[in-house]
Every structure is written in C-alpha cells, then in structure tokens.
C-alpha cells in the first residue's frame, strides 16, 4: 500500500490507456495519486483546487489547462514522459529509470516505493558521442531553440551545463524540453547517458564519469567561481569520452570554459559557438571565438542543422 506520507501526484494524461500505465509505474515506486484524469474540460478553478506535490502532463495538444498550470502552479509540472515501450521490451527499464530520475529531484524518493535500478546504458544503446552544452545569462532560450531544431533519434546525447541558481536546476528539464523529444534528465549519481538524452550537469555538487560512463557525484563543490564550472564540466566530459566529444558555447556572461574549449581544439575536437548577434548576451561565446577555439558559428537553429549535418556525414565518414 502506498504511504500516506508519500509525494502526492497529480496526473494528467490523454487516453484512458496511457492514464493506466502511467498511474501503474508511480504507485509502483511509491507515490499517491490524487488526480488522474484527461486535460479536456477542466477549468482553472478545478485545477486549482487539487492538493498535489506535483503534476505529470502527458498531453498530445496544446490546451488551456496546460497553459494555466505551467503559468500558475505553486507546484512543480513535469511535461512529458517520452513515449512508453511496450513492457517487455528492452527499453522499458530504461523509460522507468528515466522517469523516476525527472521525479527525483523534484519531490524526492517515497518510503516504501520501488526505485528503478541505476543499469547503466548497455553498449547497443549508448551514444556515437557526447557533447557539451555551454551557457549562462540567456542560455535556456537558446539551448531550448537548438534542441527544438535537433531530432532526438540522433546518435548523439548532450551535457547541459548552465550557470543557474540552483533553486531552479529542477525546473530546467521543463524549461529546455518542453515542445522536443530530447529526454532531460536531472542528475543523480549511477546514471548513464544513451542516445537522445540530455543530462543537467548539477549546481551544487561536482561531478565525474566513472569508468563504466557512470556518473558520480562528489561531495565537493565545482571549483572556481561558477556552479556549475563549464570549465571542469568540458574536460570531465573529455575525460570520459573523448575523442567523441565536442562543446557548443551559447549565451552567457564571462569566459567560464574558454582554456578548456582550447584544449577540446588542440586534441582535434569539434568547439562551437552561437553568434554574438543572437545571443541575448554574447560575451562568452564571442570570448571563445576571439581566442581562436571556435570551429563553427550560427545561431542556435543554425548550430542544429550543423550538428544533425556533422553526425550524418563527417562523424559517419570519420568513425
């Protein structure tokens, strides 16, 4: 039975089936339920009225109660769950896995729930190569633009590290993935990246790739000024995957990740950098441009069919 005391859900999902599933995987890690329904014809007032620590939109199209929650709720949303493989199917865990990893931090684990083993990606599954995505003042809009752009069947996954408060790591996930089938993950320790996936580098804890591309969480804070620091998030992800790896810069403020985006060069790995004219402060891309690290510019559309371009031939050609 679930307890009483655990993270209430509020779920809210098209098609009576799909609602069924979803309402099976939460109480199967321990959460209550205290709404499941579909988004049709439910006002404000009634949205309002629900008592939950959380709710779970899985809707096909837009509507107004989307609209008012993620506007109005004094509760967290988390929009989407990607699409659910059939049970027995290989993919399955991996669904639940990162299902539980959204949830995570946003209303923390249940007494008495079941968590998803931490399986790391088996080898079929995990990406061509990883790349980083660099941003600060501005960046969620331009790295939300790219992954708009981006198809997430790519053979490719991403490190998102975006200098943040960390009041609003949890947010993030909705923030970027919200109209994309990019699956965004917060970061917990043990999990591993697969193809199609972008991992949330975290703000308070520093962070490594063991040596099975685990993640591991440290205890310790990011060195240096910035939460987190790009800087150390390049070269952890260089470490653990280079040569298949690369860096985006996007918009930000200061030089965070520039001595790193030279090294990411100097070892003949692919640098980026959203043009200065787009970004909504182009101080850190332009500082990687102007030390001479960058490969490629665009704007954060332009950068997306770049990366689809590079992964379809030169990636392809060269491995």
């Known amino acids: 039975m679930t307890d009483a005391l655990a993270p209430a859900i509020a779920l809210l999902a098209s098609g009576r089936c799909r609602r069924e599933v979803l309402a099976e995987v939460l109480a199967g890690f321990g959460y209550r339920l205290v709404f499941i329904d ?19 939109l899985d809707v096909s199209d837009e509507c107004e109660a989307i609209d008012w929650l993620l506007d109005q709720s004094d509760v967290p949303v988390l929009l989407g769950v990607g699409d659910t493989p059939e049970a027995d199917s290989e993919d399955y ?22 968590a998803p083993t931490m399986a790391p990606a088996s080898t079929p599954n995990a990406p061509a190569c990883v790349w980083v995505l660099a941003a600060s003042l501005g ?12 198809p997430a069947s790519l053979p490719v996954a991403f490190v998102y590290a975006q200098h943040i408060d960390a009041t609003f790591e949890a947010q993030l996930p909705q923030i970027v993935g919200r109209h994309n089938e990019w699956r965004i ?20 804890r520093s962070m490594q790739f063991g040596g099975d591309r685990q993640v591991q969480m440290r205890d310790a804070p990011w060195p240096g000024p910035y939460q987190p620091a790009i800087e150390s998030v390049i070269d952890e992800v260089m470490r653990g995957f280079a040569p298949a790896c690369g860096a985006i810069i996007f918009s930000g403020m200061g030089e965070d990740g520039v001595a790193a ?10 640098v980026w950098t959203q043009t ?17 690290h960058s490969s490629r510019q665009g704007t954060p559309e332009q950068l997306a069919s770049a990366m689809r371009d590079w992964l379809e031939q030169e990636w392809a050609v060269a491995h």
């Open 38 to 56: 579909g988004p049709e014809r439910l006002t404000p007032a009634q949205l309002g009225s629900i008592d939950t620590d959380l709710w779970l």
């Open 185 to 204: 993950i917060n970061c917990v320790p043990g999990v591993g990246l697969a193809p199609g996936e972008v991992l949330i580098a975290p703000i308070e």
């Open 93 to 114: 865990p991996r669904w639940k896995r990162q299902l539980y990893n959204k949830l995570l931090p946003l209303i923390g684990a249940a007494p008495g729930g079941e």
């Open 139 to 150: 960046g969620p809009a331009a790295v939300k633009a790219f992954l708009d752009h981006l």
């Open 276 to 292: 200065a004219e787009s970004a909504a402060c182009g101080v850190m891309p332009q500082a990687v441009q102007d030390a001479g």
């Open 261 to 270: 985006c030279g090294r990411l060069r100097q070892s003949g790995m692919e």
